[in-house]
Nanobody, 116 residues
Framework: VQLQASGGGLVQAGGSLRLSCAAS????????MGWYRQAPGKQRELVAT???????TYQDSVTGRFTISRDNVKNTVFLQMNVLKPEDTAVYYC???????????WGQGTQVTVSS
């Protein structure tokens, strides 16, 4: 199983970034995909999730600014992040949760840094 995240970087406040996570080794259409983040000194927290059918959930602080989407043909999940704020600075992790298997998988993380 591999979750390969990419797209992080350094951006000024108000800017945008798009994260991608390519999944392999899992039945993508049977997995809820998600993005989590962990800032220095803080616990990992949920950012957004999307079911195979496209139902989404978001953390309140990113609602209206972030959009999660998935391509079930390319086995890839995306996180479009707009109007970024310094408090969005964190390592962002891709997650896959199997509805049938009950298994949880994590990607390696990608750093997002928002300067003020």
């Amino acid at each position: 199983v591999q979750l390969q995240a990419s797209g992080g970087g350094l951006v000024q406040a108000g800017g945008s970034l798009r994260l991608s996570c390519a999944a392999s080794g899992i039945p993508f259409n049977l997995n809820r995909m998600g993005w989590y983040r962990q800032a220095p000194g803080k616990q990992r927290e949920l950012v957004a999730t999307i079911t195979p059918g496209g139902t989404t959930t978001y953390q309140d602080s990113v609602t209206g600014r972030f959009t999660i989407s998935r391509d079930n043909v390319k086995n890839t999940v995306f996180l479009q992040m707009n109007v970024l704020k310094p408090e969005d600075t964190a390592v962002y992790y891709c997650n896959a949760f199997g509805f049938v298997s009950g298994k949880n998988y994590w990607g390696q993380g990608t750093q997002v840094t928002v300067s003020s």
